[in-house]
């Protein structure tokens, strides 16, 4: 599985963002396909997730009612819509994709920088 982030940039706080996740190969074998972020200095954290047929989403408390993730079945994407963007919000944001719910997240895009001014 091979997963290509894209949509990442520089906002004001209060702005939005829109990030997008390309799935290829082997999509058939993921179970679910999330979000993740890494500001410097501090550790990976996961910001939203959703099952691979589009159902079940969550998401971390900090972004709760300002992200919404989606998929896109027949195109094989994850969206990530960001409203309401807070400098804290910044960080490189990764997509990755996990086989099964006894696996962790086995499959890594490149991440997006997206940094938020105040």
């Known amino acids: 599985v091979q997963l290509q982030a894209s949509g990442g940039g520089l906002v004001q706080a209060g702005g939005s963002l829109r990030l997008s996740c390309e799935a290829s190969?082997?999509?058939?074998?993921?179970?679910?396909i999330g979000w993740f972020r890494q500001a410097p200095g501090k550790e990976r954290e996961s910001v939203a997730s959703i099952s691979w047929s589009g159902i079940n989403p969550f998401y971390a408390e900090s972004v709760k009612g300002r992200f919404t993730i989606s998929r896109d079945i027949a195109k094989n994407m994850l969206n990530l819509q960001m409203n309401s963007l807070k400098p804290e919000d910044t960080a490189v944001y990764y997509c990755?994709?996990?086989?099964?719910?006894?696996?962790?997240?086995?499959?890594w895009g490149q991440g997006t920088q997206v940094t938020v001014s105040s």
């Open positions: 990755a994709a996990r086989p099964s719910a006894m696996h962790s997240y086995t499959y």
């Open positions: 190969g082997r999509t058939s074998g993921i179970y679910a």
